[in-house]
């Protein structure tokens, strides 16, 4: 028998959404403990958008949106379709049903939610795809005010909005913010964020307000909270997962748990060995991905050490990128869906719709030099029109960082042909590419890749620019260009799981006592994207199901 150094129902390990999972187990009276291995709180969700892609969800219902169990498990068939056991027709359904009655649960325990309206489901409006959602199923956390953690309160990891109070469902129009759209987003966020500060407020927004949230649940409700805290093993006795080894302070705690583990840690988008060896041969890196720095997937080798199944070991959240000059990966997604930008391979060719979803661009790169070449890099052109009149990374419209131009990150030429040189591209397919190009954006349709015919692509073009809002002419010289790589925001494969979050084992049978969700499972959305915030609603979710599982 284990000689056991601490001892509690229900074990959370990782401090993302799964967290949801420990603040519904302890709302069910169970003793909870969590534990994170760095030093902060929030995981790669607190890094995020922090948005939540939930069909049918309250918020919805309450402002009248359309939306039904019908419709949602449409849109999964046509945009995720057979993508195996981690996206089966009970999994969906789960997540599903489950995601209406946790934001319903998560509000009774305080939190406070609003819609990202307009912030389109990503395959609304495409060409086969059902049951997609105009106005989208998004969901966010509103502002929160970070003192109310005390001396937690730096214990948050920082978020995504570096200073400002804005929500991600206000990003896209605020790039715009040369038309009176943008200018009046921008004006609201200002205000915003500065009465916040001039009351002595310390507001997050985004994926850090949702951990935030969840958190002052969490230390309401007495639930431990051991960070700098690591998994290194599982307890199992007679089959069954009974506990687990934590690394705290230095030496191994043995912790019982009574009712379960959850393994809700990440995935492993920063571990370059793990990644080699699940990439089938593809050019990959840790270089150009922007997950957590705590992505290093030890916690799915040790749910594998004890008889876990994987899939989709393969496939990560894509994230076109390109590369600043201090090597950090800038990640790329509206300047590619805007009028007067093209992505091009080595000879110059256009070869997908650049406005796609971002896991769907990394997975169109990846084809694509696959069976031509030349795509990885592959150049996101624009012209000076691009450049004046919407941001590129961090730098406003019409102020291109000359250290860019000096270290190579952006290419920048007096023509076309110019800038061909500098790229390594093919100077006449890129010539051509832009002439044939041209000739779309003129009439507004792109009758090769039907750019700017989804809903999600509308939403991050230019609605102010037409008859198109995503097409415009490449054509006002300078020209600008940046080299693209498949980078990513998190891996999306890892443990199998089945309808309520237990971890299966090779022959398809339940673990006992083991439970997962997030980054570090085979993804219930497969090998798509369907909208924003889709990968943290699953981790919350699954984490959800898992705690009503495990207590029932």
């Not at 309450?62 to 419709?71: F, H, I, K, L, W």
């Not at 793990?274 to 041969?281: A, K, L, Q």
Request: with cysteine; glycine share 14%.
């Amino acid at each position: 028998m284990t000689d056991w150094d601490h001892s509690t129902d229900f074990l959370v390990v990782g401090s993302g959404a799964g967290v949801v999972g420990a603040v519904r187990a302890r709302a069910l009276g169970k003793q909870v403990v969590v534990v994170e291995k760095s030093d902060r709180f929030g995981g790669s969700t607190c890094m995020s958008g922090g948005v939540l892609w939930l069909p049918c969800n309250p918020l919805m219902r309450r402002e009248g949106v359309p939306d039904s169990v019908d419709a949602a498990l449409s849109y999964f068939e046509t945009v995720v379709g057979d993508a195996g056991p981690a996206s089966s027709h009970a999994r969906r359904l789960a997540y599903i049903n489950a995601g209406v009655e946790m934001v319903d649960f998560l509000e009774s325990e305080g939190l406070e939610f609003r819609r990202c309206e307009g912030y389109s489901d990503y395959y609304s409006g495409v060409r086969g795809c059902e049951g997609g959602s105009a106005r989208g199923r998004s969901i966010e956390a509103e502002a929160f005010d970070k003192r109310s953690l005390g001396p937690w309160q730096d214990r948050i990891r920082p978020g995504a909005a570096d200073g400002l109070t804005v929500y991600t469902g206000e990003a896209a129009p605020m790039m715009l913010m040369r038309t009176r759209i943008g200018l009046s987003v921008l004006a609201r966020v200002g205000l915003r964020t500065a009465l916040g500060r001039m009351r002595g407020r310390r507001l997050v927004t985004n994926g850090a307000a949702l951990t935030a949230r969840l958190f002052q649940v969490l230390l309401r409700r007495g639930v431990a909270v051991w960070l700098e805290s690591a998994l290194t093993d599982l307890v199992v006795e007679d089959g069954r997962v009974v506990g687990a080894v934590i690394k705290k302070g230095g030496r191994d705690v043995r912790v019982r748990t009574r009712d379960g583990v959850l393994l809700a840690a990440g995935g492993f988008a920063r571990n370059e060995e793990m990644r080699e060896r699940h990439s089938g041969g593809r050019p990959t890196s840790t270089r150009w991905t922007s997950a957590n720095p705590g992505d290093t997937g030890e916690t799915i080798r040790i749910a594998v050490k004890h008889g876990a199944a994987t899939d989709l070991l393969d496939e990560a959240w894509w994230m076109p990128s390109w590369i600043m000059p201090d090597g950090t990966p800038n990640m790329c997604l509206s300047e590619r869906s805007k009028p007067g930008a093209i992505i091009v391979d080595a000879a110059g060719r256009r070869y997908f719709n650049e406005a796609v979803a971002y896991q769907e661009a990394g997975q169109r790169m990846y084809a694509h030099e696959r069976e031509f070449g030349g795509a990885i890099p592959s150049w996101l052109v624009i012209d000076s029109r691009h450049r004046s009149h919407y941001p590129f990374g961090m730098s406003p419209p019409g102020r291109t960082p000359k250290a860019w131009i000096a270290a190579g990150a952006m290419k920048r030429g007096d023509s076309l042909e110019d800038l061909a040189r500098q790229c390594g591209i093919d100077a006449g397919g890129l010539v051509k590419t832009v002439e044939r190009f041209n000739r779309f954006a003129g009439a507004g349709v792109d009758e090769d890749f039907h750019r700017g015919e989804g809903d999600h692509e509308k939403y991050y073009g230019d609605i102010t620019h037409g008859p198109n809002p995503c097409l415009g002419l490449v054509s006002k010289p300078p020209f600008y260009a940046v080299a693209l790589y498949p980078g990513d925001i998190g891996t999306s494969g890892g443990i199998l799981c089945d309808e309520f979050s237990r971890v299966l084992d090779t022959e398809g049978e339940p673990i006992a006592g083991l439970y997962a969700t997030g980054n570090c499972t085979a993804s219930v959305m497969g090998r798509k994207y369907p909208g924003a915030g889709a990968s943290i609603a699953a981790s919350a979710v699954f984490g959800y199901v898992a705690a009503n599982h495990a207590s029932s």
